[in-house]
């Protein structure tokens, strides 16, 4: 019986893929867009910005997938970015970065997750969170260091980003805003989501869809499922959306 179920979902994964390269099906029923995706946009050996990497299984599965390319992680919760330093081991294409990605350098407040989600965890002070996700609590406010993305990467050195993966509770909308050179070079954004006002003053989808249109992007993929608060989208920029490898 196990055989037969991983072979069904293997036919319906295969399906799926046709059905978005030949029709562009732009919405699924969860929140999860498939990794395979990128390879569709992006070159062999791509400039990935995790942030808010958590325990790293996003950023192992990409620096997998891109052995050729480089993941940087950046995670602000201490207990976490423990956890998250353990995945160094496994490739060496990762780095990581104990700091937030945000909109200014300095320190700035950090909303700490405990309960049912330690993931969870922003720049904002939750708001519609509390209600929707009411085993999750945010009891501690702790100082984290934060750096404005443009300025981390002309300290490092680095003149492009390809791929940004942003799960920043709340924040991306501003950190991208702050982004302007950076943002310029990035091919693909995939970001979460917040569909009402889930932390203090978050930049809700489609205020972050209109600014990024104005960028050049567009989606390629929503998966936000009915009545949930959050989700994730993928946008590529627009001279990519059509391209064949």
Not at 142 to 158: R, S
């Amino acid at each position: 019986m196990n055989i037969i179920v991983r072979k069904f979902r293997s036919f319906l994964y295969h399906v799926r893929m046709y059905l978005f390269r030949n029709y562009a099906i732009p919405e699924v029923r969860n929140e999860n867009i498939s990794k395979a995706l990128f390879k569709k946009y992006l070159p062999a050996a791509p400039v990935i910005i995790d942030c808010g990497a958590h325990a790293g299984k996003d950023s192992v599965e990409l620096a997998n997938m891109f052995s050729k390319g480089q993941v940087h992680a950046f995670e602000a919760a201490p207990e976490i970015f423990d956890q998250l330093k353990k995945c160094k081991s496994r490739r060496n294409n990762l780095f990581f970065y104990h700091t937030a990605l945000a909109d200014k350098n300095g320190e700035m407040n950090f909303y700490i997750s405990e309960g049912q989600s330690d993931g969870s965890s922003s720049l904002l002070p939750p708001k519609m969170h509390l209600i929707d996700h009411p085993g999750t609590t945010f009891g501690k406010v702790i100082k984290v260091p934060a750096v404005a993305l443009d300025d981390w990467a002309e300290k490092q050195g680095i003149n492009h980003v390809d791929l940004l993966w942003l799960d920043m509770q709340g924040f991306e909308l501003r950190m991208l805003q702050a982004s302007e050179k950076i943002l310029q070079t990035v091919s693909v954004i995939h970001t979460e989501v917040s569909m009402k006002e889930t932390y203090e003053g978050v930049g809700q989808y489609e205020d972050l869809k209109t600014f990024l249109e104005s960028k050049g992007f567009e989606v390629v993929m929503k998966a936000v499922p009915e009545g949930w608060d959050m989700g994730n989208v993928l946008f590529v920029r627009k001279t990519l959306k059509n391209q064949k490898h």
